[in-house]
Each structure stands twice: as structure tokens, then as C-alpha cells.
């Protein structure tokens, strides 16, 4: 039985279309021929990347009456693109590359790319991508950078620390965090020339006192003024990336408070969300949550949901997420582990999908459910976070499954049962 199609067949009057390179830009322009009922005009140009340049294009694209611009994502040389024609008054349009590659066995050149995208973009079989306000985009500026020097600063202790073990000093065995308070004092003496084990190992502080003896065998090695003034320069380093950290930290903090302050204290209510990743969260998918209809939409997008692929009849591969936003799968991620460790809600259904699936499954599966109750949250402003509690699974799920696995056994053994509730 033929049924009604919900697809709009709506060809775009005025579109066009660039194909962005970094010095450079390709754009296609289609435009109805006011001649010719049914025809189109075609005008393909080349611009310079330069903001006068997009400027006047943008100029002329108006003059045309078009409206919409389609781009890929081309590295980050479309993101001056796009915001410039942003500002302009276009509707910019991102699109994933992969939705418009080109068909095999035709020639590839930046005309042709553009007239592709051009054509394929009045058709309307392209979905534009995500992409978020101003004031969203300066938060995640700021969020991604952070979580680089967050790296950078680890990588710089993991140098100083190898640099001990080759002067075969083993701080690092007997000190949790040889950065703490304690390691730093005795790196501060070792830098200034002290090498007596004994001396060195009494500069410690508070509870790593008790292990002055384990420390004395730490520090007898063969630390030399090389090595001196290589960890001096690796702990200056250190401090310096420290400092620059926690400058982000505070505009991060002031840049956020006009328009998301209450949405940060709400987010940190979830198990296994902080301030810090809430504010992530934030920076990577925004406040307005009418960009993704349903939650499942926004797991979606973050590939926080299986991909189905079927043919034949069968289902095809192990169900996988693909790669999505590395930034916001780490933010998650790192949730999903630290919520697995709580007696909450989501702690215990970490457990449950840990020991059945393993550890790899439960992450995406809670962090997929930490991503739900994200989207409710910033869907409507009134909601709060409320725990169902650890226990669960045993108080509604549990019975249930009991009362069913009873029921099939003995109606396996020839009874009928009849269940009624008790007085």
C-alpha cells in the first residue's frame, strides 16, 4: 500500500554555496532565470579569505537576494567564514563533508566542489551542523583551552619525573604526588644544591614524615647540577602553566555567570558532574536544547548512541558509537566513572552494566544517561536533579523479574498460576 511521504521536495530559489581553502574561497551562486520560467543561473567566482573580500561577497550574495550559504568544514578556515557571513545577515549554513563527497569518477577541483555543494544545497538533502552562538563559542574557546593546558602541565611533570628516575631518584615511589607540598620542598633543595639523603628526606612534611626512612633510600642516586637545572626549568614550567590555568579558570568563571551560573549549579547536582564539567557540558552543546528535539537526538549527536547498520535483513557490526565530540566524551566519560563510584542511581547501574558488559560498555551507557538528564535539565529551567536512589533496581525492577522467573518455572513444571495480591 502506497503511503503519503512526509518529505517537502522544495528546491531553494537563491542559494549559494563555498568551497573554502585558506587564502582562497571558491562560491557558487544558483539563482532562478527570471527569463526563463524553470531555468537557472549559475555564477561561480573566486574570492580572496581576506575580510574586506568576504565583506564585498557577502555584498553581492545580498544584491542577489540569496540568503542561504552552505560551507563544509574545512579545518577551522570556515569559522571566520561563517561568523563574518553571520554578522552579515546570511543564514550560514555548516555541513559535515562526508554528507556532500563527490561522486566517484568525475573530476575534483575547487569549481567543481563548489558547484556540487551548490546543487546538492538548493536540493535541501543536507542537514546543517552545529553550530552555537557567540557566546557559547568565546565558553568553549576557553573550556577546550583549558583542558590543553591541563595536558600540557601533566606532560611537563611526567618529563620531571623521568628526569628523577635517571638520576635514580625514586621520589616518586615512596611520594603519592611528588608536586605536593612535600615534593616540591625537597625538589626546591635538590635544586639548590642539597644532596645529602638524610638532610632532603627531613624536608618533609605532615604525614610523609612517617616515611623519612623509605625516603632516605629515594634519594641516594646520582643527581648532578645537569640535572638541577633541567628540573628547575621543567618546575618553572610547571608554575607558569599553573598560573595561566588558573587566569582561564577565572574568565572562564566570569564569562559564564551572566547566562549560566544557575544552569552550572543545577548540572553539579548529577553524580559525577562538577563545576568544571558542567561548565564543559555548557560550552559544548549550549543552553538551547530546541537545537536537539528529543534527548535522543543530542546522544545522538554526540555518538553516545549506537550506529544501526542493516542489510540483508541482518544487523551489521557490534552496535558502535562512532567518534563523536572528543571534548564532550571526556567530560563524560570522566562522569560516568566517578558516578560509578557513588551509591546513587547512576553508581549502581554502572555496576550492574560493568559486571555483565564490562567496564568500556558501562561508561557510554551511563554517560549516555548523564547526557538525558542534561538535556531535560537545560529543556526546562524549573527542573531539578532528583536521585532514585541506589536501591532501585531492587525495589522495581528486582521484584518483578523474581515474580516472572516463579511464574516460568512453575507453569514449566504443568501448574496455572494465578497470583493475588495478599490482605
Not at 194 to 220: C, Q
Not at 292 to 299: E, G, K, S, V
Not at 383 to 392: K, N, V
Request: hydrophobic share 45%; aromatic share 6%; charged share 30%.
Amino acid at each position: 500500500m502506497l503511503e503519503e511521504s512526509k518529505d517537502h521536495e522544495e528546491i531553494i530559489e537563491r542559494v549559494a554555496a563555498l568551497d573554502i581553502g585558506k587564502a582562497t574561497l571558491m562560491c557558487c551562486v544558483r539563482i532562478p532565470d527570471e527569463d526563463k520560467p524553470g531555468r537557472r543561473l549559475q555564477e561561480v567566482q573566486s574570492y580572496s579569505t581576506m575580510t574586506r573580500s568576504v565583506l564585498g561577497m557577502a555584498d553581492h550574495l545580498h544584491a542577489l537576494g540569496v540568503r542561504r550559504v552552505v560551507m563544509e568544514a574545512t579545518s577551522d578556515y570556515w569559522k571566520p567564514i561563517f561568523y563574518l557571513l553571520e554578522a552579515a545577515g546570511l543564514d550560514a549554513w555548516l555541513v559535515n563533508a562526508r554528507d556532500v563527497k563527490h561522486l566517484p569518477g568525475r573530476p575534483k577541483t575547487d569549481r567543481l566542489d563548489a558547484v556540487w555543494l551548490c546543487k546538492v544545497a538548493e536540493r535541501q538533502m543536507l542537514r546543517p551542523s552545529f553550530v552555537p552562538p557567540p557566546e557559547i563559542r568565546q565558553l568553549r574557546d576557553l573550556t577546550r583551552y583549558r583542558v590543553d593546558l591541563i595536558g600540557a602541565r601533566t606532560a611537563e611533570k611526567q618529563r620531571a619525573e623521568k628526569l628523577l628516575e635517571d638520576a635514580q631518584i625514586k621520589l616518586s615511589v615512596v611520594a603519592s604526588d611528588i608536586f605536593g607540598v612535600s615534593g616540591r620542598a625537597m625538589m626546591g633543595s635538590l635544586i639548590a644544591g642539597e644532596r645529602n639523603p638524610r638532610v632532603l628526606a627531613e624536608v618533609a612534611r605532615s604525614t610523609l614524615r612517617r616515611k623519612i626512612p623509605d625516603l632516605v633510600e629515594a634519594f641516594t642516586g646520582h643527581f648532578t647540577d645537569h640535572h638541577a637545572f633541567l628540573l628547575a626549568t621543567m618546575l618553572a614550567r610547571v608554575d607558569q602553566i599553573s598560573h595561566d590555568l588558573a587566569r582561564v579558570e577565572a574568565r572562564i568563571e566570569e564569562l559564564i555567570a551572566p547566562f549560566a551560573q544557575a544552569a552550572v549549579h543545577r548540572l553539579d547536582e548529577i553524580p559525577g558532574i562538577g563545576i568544571t564539567a558542567a561548565q564543559a557540558i555548557i560550552a559544548e552543546i549550549g543552553l538551547d536544547m530546541s537545537r536537539f528535539p528529543t534527548a535522543a537526538h543530542l546522544a545522538s549527536w554526540a555518538r553516545f548512541a549506537p550506529g544501526i547498520k542493516e542489510s540483508a535483513g541482518k544487523r551489521k557490526g557490534r552496535g558502535a558509537t562512532g567518534h563523536g565530540n572528543r571534548y564532550l566524551a571526556r567530560v563524560l566519560g570522566e562522569a560516568a566513572v566517578v558516578a560509578g563510584k557513588s551509591n546513587t542511581f547512576l553508581g549502581e547501574r554502572y555496576r550492574r552494566i560493568a559486571r555483565r558488559r564490562g567496564t568500556k560498555r558501562a561508561i557510554v551507557a551511563v554517560g549516555r544517561s548523564i547526557l538525558i538528564i542534561v538535556w531535560h535539565l537545560l529543556s526546562n529551567p524549573e527542573a531539578r536533579y532528583i536521585d532514585l536512589g541506589a536501591d532501585f533496581y531492587d525495589k522495581r525492577i528486582g521484584p518483578e523479574r523474581k515474580k516472572r522467573n516463579h511464574i516460568r518455572q512453575l507453569e514449566a513444571l504443568g501448574y496455572r498460576v494465578i497470583l493475588e495480591p495478599a490482605a
